[in-house]
Each structure stands twice: as C-alpha cells, then as structure tokens.
C-alpha cells in the first residue's frame, strides 16, 4: 500500500533535510542551487506519494530518482515578493517600484521614526547571544498578540510558537535564520523573524508594537530589510503568501503558488490524492475556506471594554497653563498618544513633557502640547 509524505514546501523548504533529501537541486531566476544529502541512509520509496505544497512557481525542483513523476496543481494561494537586480541598491530598486510621491511616503516614515527616537537596526544572523534572543523573541510574541487582539483576530502561526522558540537560535548561528529588530533604544518595536536560503531573504513571521503603528512600522521593515539584501548580493525579498495590501505596494514579483505530487506509478490512491487536492484548490477559488476562520473568530471575540478619550487640537505652546497641573514620570499608559503627538509634531521624545491634573493630562513638547481626558 502506498503511503503519502506531506510536506509544505515554504517554509520548510528552510527548516527541514526532506527537500534536500529528495531534490537534487533547485532552480530559480537563473540560478541554481545544488542540495548535498542531509541523510545518508535517505531513499525513495516506490511505494510512497510524496506531497508537496506551496512551491513557488518561480522554483524548478530536480528529482534525485528520475524514474519518480511530477504532477504540478496550482494553488489558489499567491505570493508576493522583491525582485532585485545583481547590482541594485535601495535607491535603485525604489526609483524602478515607485513614483516620487510613493518614494517620498516611505522615505518620509524612515526619517519620522528617527527624528523622533533613537533608533536602531540590527540584524542578528550568524551570532546572537541567547539572552538577546529570549527576550526578542519574547518581545516579538507579545506583538503578535496584541495586534491580533486588537484586531479581533486569531494569528495562523501561533500554533508552532514552540517550535519556532526552540530552533530559530540555532538556525541563526547556523545562518539559516535571522532576527531582524527595529529598535527606540533598547526596546524592540519591530522585530522579522527570517529565513535564509542561497540569495532569498524570506520574511516568515513579523509583527511591531502598536503603541507605534503612525509611523508605518512595516514599511520600514520591508525598507530596511530590502535594503539589507541589496548589501548582501540577495536578490529576492520573499514575503511568502498572503495579500496583504502592504505586500502588493512593495512587490515586483507577485507569483503562484503550485502543489507538487511526486509518484512512481500510477495507483487509485495517488488519483483520489490528486482529485483531493484539485477540489481543494477550486473551494479555495471559491473562497468556501475562508468560512471556518470567520465562524470560529466570530465566537471567539472578546468584549474589549475601552474608555471614551478626548483628544484636543494640538496647541501652540503659548496658550498653555500648567499652574494646577503636577508634572509625572510614569506615561506608560499614554505611550501611543505621546508617539501620535510626537509623529504630528516631529518632536524628538526627549523633548516631550507630561502633567497631570484630576480630569487631563498634558502632553508637551517644545512649541505645541495637546490635552488628553480618559471619560470612564
């Protein structure tokens, strides 16, 4: 009896020696990569139907046993993708994707995050202690979380947190991964969690603090990262599957996704498989998939009780009174007001002063300042 070898391809084409195993090589715009065998004692079953999902249709993978055949199904699953040039540089790759105005918007968020904070970027490939790593990778699911609660939404890859907590620092060490963070100081407030394979950079699972979505997070992410792989000779910026509008903006390579089904001869299982995952593909089109997520997020919303807030104009700082006003230290809770008012302004965060009264507080910097009132 035939037995079937599912396996994803993105990501795990990253994670895992099957693909090695199987494949000999793998071609991609021109380029090829050869695959040593991970397992020594690996040998194709005759008897076996191996499956293998979300292959890039840019991808030609060779077989390592010719007497195996390939069906190829295409998916109902696009991906988007940075395209680079050998040569290019951010400037170049922005000039070609964008018209000034679109430039100036992205380049515009760049130098608003540094205008008003201290930042720092900072790609950890090849070395991270593991002190850091704990506490990026512990920043970056607390992102995750609250984003998709405030979204009132459930996060797909939240279920292999523990895999990926276990193997993404020796993946970093090994170069197989990396972890890059944007930070304001010594806080994370973006943070990519990365894959690496030959020249493509693929940004598997990345999330930033919502206290700071004005200043466009994840277009600096893709900025930077882009801008990494320029340095680097890369010439692919993978973003994987998923049309997310961010993804359209940035992709000059928006391709689809096939379903390999390598097989040795013909057998009833091997046509019921491939009927299965035919009809799979055409609900998908159909977006019947889409149902579930939206019945089980529905029952799963939580009532987020939240306070009325009013929010004053900002103000020149001529008009401002601070006699019954106590000046405070501690604005944790106004965090993503402060950033707003310092992306409007473009103050600098050390420029900003907070006080309180027992119905406002007061955000200041040097010539503007806005009331805040929490009604309960």
């Excluded at 103000?315 to 006003?325: A, E, G, H, R, V």
């Excluded at 707003?340 to 040097?366: A, M, P, R, S």
Aim: proline share 2%; hydrophobic share 35%; net charge positive.
């Amino acid at each position: 009896m035939s037995s079937k070898n599912k396996i994803p391809v993105f990501p795990n084409l990253f994670r895992t020696s099957t693909i090695c195993n199987l494949y000999k090589s793998i071609e991609y715009f021109n380029l090829k990569v050869s695959n040593a065998i991970v397992n020594k004692d690996f040998k194709t079953n005759k008897n076996t139907i191996y499956s293998h999902r979300l292959v890039p249709e840019y991808f030609k993978l060779n077989l390592r046993d010719t007497s195996f055949k390939t069906k190829i199904i295409p998916e109902c699953n696009w991906g988007y993708s940075i395209l680079l040039n050998p040569s290019d540089s951010i400037d170049g790759f922005m000039q070609r994707q964008f018209n000034s105005k679109k430039r100036n918007i992205f380049t515009r968020y760049v130098n608003r995050l540094e205008t008003c904070f201290d930042v720092e970027y900072r790609m950890f490939y090849g070395n991270i202690s593991e002190t850091d790593y704990n506490f990026i990778m512990q920043s970056l699911y607390n992102m995750i979380v609250a984003r998709f609660k405030e979204r009132n939404e459930l996060h797909k890859n939240l279920h292999e947190w523990d895999y990926l907590l276990e193997n993404t620092f020796s993946g970093i060490i090994n170069k197989k991964a990396s972890l890059f963070v944007i930070y304001n100081k010594d806080e994370p407030i973006e943070i990519s969690l990365n894959y690496h394979f030959d020249k493509v950079l693929f940004s598997y699972l990345s999330s930033y603090n919502i206290d700071y979505s004005k200043f466009g997070l994840g277009h600096i992410e893709i900025y930077k990262q882009t801008e990494w792989c320029a340095i680097n000779g890369y010439i692919l910026f993978e973003m994987g599957v998923g049309g997310m509008d961010y993804k359209r903006r940035w992709s000059n390579n928006i391709y689809r996704y096939n379903h390999y089904v390598v097989y040795n001869k013909q057998s009833f299982k091997l046509r019921l498989l491939i009927t299965k995952i035919q009809l799979k593909e055409y609900l998908k089109s159909k977006k019947v998939n889409e149902v579930y997520p939206k019945i089980k997020a529905f029952f799963k919303k939580e009532d987020i009780q939240q306070n009325s807030i009013f929010i004053s104009k900002i103000t020149p700082i001529s008009l401002l009174k601070t006699n019954d006003y106590e000046k405070i230290e501690d604005n944790s809770h106004l965090k993503k007001h402060i950033n707003n008012f310092l992306y409007t302004t473009k103050n600098h965060i050390n420029d900003i002063c907070i006080y309180k009264n027992e119905h406002y507080y007061i955000i200041k910097g040097k010539e503007e300042f806005q009331k805040i009132k929490f009604n309960q």
